[in-house]
């Protein structure tokens, strides 16, 4: 099974969104979209779902699912906005639980502020497998970057979510709370364990100098090149560069917004009494 992928890149976040489906007319998947969000503004726009729209509805797609790899923390995730237009389901990895305990305190969110998962639609577990029409789509477990990411398999094709980087780039980092290099490198070696010729698709790439945007490659090239978790590199190489690597890198611009919604599944905070949704900066807390 051999479905058509539709890459979306979002230059803003370096953000790889798909439409995954059979054929025109058929059943779809949509993988981590993007709502455009400007924090010198505070204002969302879109613009970026848009394009995912319009070629839905080109393609005269049955969007039956909205998946989220992970709770991102670099951009805000358009699944409700897609939902209201085109319908489907919002899911995520069972772990999102973990992640909303975690950020619940450190955004000490209201008391009614449920950690149990029930913001999304459905809840998928390692190896649960779910229909797209006629295709057959299975969630991978691959915590490490936070604890709830999933891989999904539809077909031979598999979204990476925050694990691989393409080859030239890397791998994900593994610093957030309830990150762990020593997991991520284990859920990498689950993917690599994959057929050689499996197709994977990235949901960031970061090119270096030189190089256009790119998010597909093979599990092939992947155990060939990947320049931190090649064939020969153990894991406490992996984990010893990872920790280097991880305590240099810089916060993402939109961590703070983006784990406030995207816990939600999406929404905005409840409005306060004046009608506005607010986004909190907790002070030298994180
Ligand atoms: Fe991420």
Request: hydrophobic share 40%.
């Amino acid at each position: 099974m051999k479905p058509n992928v539709q890459a979306f890149f979002d230059p803003a976040t370096w953000t790889i969104s798909y439409v995954v489906y059979e054929k025109p007319g058929s059943a779809a998947a949509i993988v981590d979209s993007v709502l455009d969000f400007d924090p010198k503004s505070g204002r969302t726009r879109t613009d970026s779902a848009d394009r995912l729209i319009a070629f839905v509805r080109e393609q005269d797609l049955r969007v039956e699912w909205i998946l989220e790899t992970h709770a991102h923390a670099d951009h805000l995730s358009a699944a409700p906005y897609l939902r209201q237009q085109l319908g489907g389901r919002i899911a995520i990895g069972g772990d999102i639980t973990t992640v909303q305990d975690v950020f619940k305190r450190v955004f000490h969110l209201e008391p009614t502020f449920r950690t149990d998962g029930t913001q999304f639609d459905h809840l998928l577990q390692d190896g649960e497998t779910f229909r797209i029409g006629d295709l057959e789509a299975r969630a991978i477990a691959t915590p490490g970057h936070t604890p709830a990411c999933m891989a999904y398999q539809i077909g031979d094709a598999v979204f990476v979510g925050d694990t691989l980087f393409m080859p030239d780039v890397g791998t994900a980092r593994c610093d957030f709370p309830g990150g762990n290099a020593h997991t991520l490198y284990r859920s990498i070696h689950k993917l690599l364990s994959l057929p050689a010729d499996t197709r994977l698709f990235m949901c960031h790439d970061y090119p270096p100098e030189g190089r256009e945007p790119a998010w597909e490659t093979t599990v092939a090239a992947q155990r060939a090149g990947n320049i931190h978790v090649h064939e020969g590199v153990t894991e406490d190489d992996f984990v010893a560069m990872r920790t280097r690597r991880d305590a240099t890198l810089a916060m993402p611009v939109l961590i703070l917004p983006s784990v406030q919604v995207n816990i939600r599944a999406g929404e905005m905070p409840p409005p306060e009494a004046n009608g506005v949704s607010y986004l909190k900066i907790p002070v030298n807390a994180l």
